[in-house]
Each structure stands twice: as C-alpha cells, then as structure tokens.
C-alpha cells in the first residue's frame, strides 16, 4: 500500500495506533485519542520555505487538542511531527547529522552544534544519541530552547532527524510543547520518539 495509512492493532482496541508511509517506509506509534492534522499543498512547511532544495514527499502530525488545524497549533499541547524530504543539489551532497538536526530543529540551528554564544544561551541539550537505523545516519536529541539567555525556558523537544544521499532523502521527527506540558506529557513523547522508524 502506498501512501498513508493509519494501522491499527491486531489485538482488539489498542490504546495505540500507527501512522506510517509504507511507500517512504517511515513509521510512529501514537495515542489512538490523538487526532491527526490533514495537511494540503496550500500549507507552508518550514523547511521548504529555508530552502528550494528540499521538497516534502509526505508529512503527518497528530496531537490530544481538539479538531486541529496546521496554522492554529498550540504550545500548550503536545505535537508529533513527521516528514519525509526529497533533497536535491549541495544540500543533498552536503547532508550531514549538524545539517540534519538544523532542518529537524525549530530553533533555526543545530542544537547540539550552536554557531556562537548567542545561540548556545537559547539551548540546553539534555540527551543525545545516535539513530541505529540500518543504511541511514542519523541523531535523536531532546533538548530545551528559549528566547534569549536571559528568558525562561519555553519549550522542550524530542528531535530525531535520519538522512539517505544516495535516495535523496531526509526523514524528521519533532516531539513537543511548552516546558510544563511536556513534563506533563513526557512518558507519551518519550514513547513516540522511541517508535519512530526508518527502514531502508
């Protein structure tokens, strides 16, 4: 089956379900009460608005607030984000876990990799590790962001980003919401992180 598919469990009412591309082989487990944001070519996406050199194939949010909608998404609640890019010219070429992380992350940079002190101040990364999918490289990072160095902490995320060269292709996963919501969440968003998949 190619595009998306919601998949549901086998046994009976799950409490989970899955949202999955079988055509890009990319896959999440989510909440079954969670509701899915549709998506139309009408709506911007942030990486393609940075750079014509990636373009969305297919992309998939879901969260617990009601009726969603793209451009009407709360910090309040938390989001799981997914997508997949096709990557041309030197971005492709050039891809690398920073450069990964840097189209994954909202902050604008690559968190684990800040340019100056301005940038350092506005992050904290609180775990770090490599993605162990097979043929693709890749990084999972939770970390929290704010303003300035002189603001509270706003927001928390879970971020994995996974990239393909040689199929043109960009995967990322963005977990997350305001501080106090995703301390209030953080067991669901751990756990919709941990299913993420690539397959080659």
């Known amino acids: 089956l190619a595009g998306l598919l919601v998949l549901a469990s086998a ?18 487990r989510v909440p079954r009460d969670w509701n899915d944001l549709t998506f139309t070519s009408a709506d911007p996406d942030r990486l393609e608005g940075m ?23 709360s910090s309040e609640d938390p989001l799981a ?3 997949v890019y096709e990557l041309s010219g030197q971005l ?12 994954a992350s909202p902050t604008g940079f690559d968190p684990v990799l800040p340019s100056d002190d301005t940038e350092s101040a506005q992050v904290e990364v609180l ?16 970390f929290r962001m ?10 928390i995320y879970d971020v994995s980003a996974a ?14 919401c305001s501080t106090t919501c995703y301390e209030q969440n953080k067991s669901t968003i751990s756990s919709i992180a941990d299913s993420w998949l690539v397959k080659t």
């Open 11 to 28: 046994c009976g009412e799950s409490s989970h379900r899955y949202i999955a591309n079988t055509t890009e082989k990319i896959y999440m």
């Open 51 to 73: 750079t014509s050199q990636a373009t969305v194939v297919w992309r998939a949010a879901t969260t617990p607030a009601a009726d969603p909608k793209p451009d009407q998404v």
């Open 81 to 83: 984000f997914t997508a």
């Open 92 to 103: 492709n070429q050039q891809m690398s876990a920073s450069l990964a992380r840097l189209a």
């Open 127 to 142: 775990d770090y590790q490599p993605l162990g999918f097979e043929g693709i490289n890749g990084s999972r990072i939770v």
């Open 146 to 155: 704010r303003d300035s160095g002189s603001d509270p902490w706003k927001a």
């Open 163 to 176: 990239y393909d060269s040689k199929a043109f292709r960009l995967y990322v996963l963005q977990v997350g």
